[in-house]
């Protein structure tokens, strides 16, 4: 009784987890700050100048 238990719990874990962890993510994607290609770009030009100063 205790294997078919066990079997259970890891099949409702392999369920569940990959569930969770698309909801953590998918609520973290919705506090991120939005931008244009372009804006990127001009993001990443001036921090790669930056760093290299």
Same mark, same amino acid.
């Given at each position: 009784?205790? !294997?078919?238990?066990?079997?259970? #719990? /890891?099949? /409702?874990?392999? *369920?569940? !987890?990959?569930? !969770?962890?698309? *909801? #953590? /993510?998918?609520? @973290?994607? @919705?506090?991120? %700050? &939005?931008?244009? +290609? @372009? %804006? !990127? +770009? @001009?993001? *990443?030009? &001036? %921090?790669?100048?930056?760093? &290299? &100063?």
């Amino acid at each position: 009784m205790s !294997a078919a238990a066990l079997l259970l #719990f /890891v099949g /409702v874990f392999a *369920v569940v !987890a990959p569930l !969770a962890l698309y *909801v #953590f /993510v998918r609520s @973290e994607a @919705e506090n991120t %700050e &939005r931008m244009s +290609r @372009e %804006e !990127a +770009r @001009e993001r *990443v030009s &001036r %921090e790669q100048d930056d760093d &290299r &100063r």
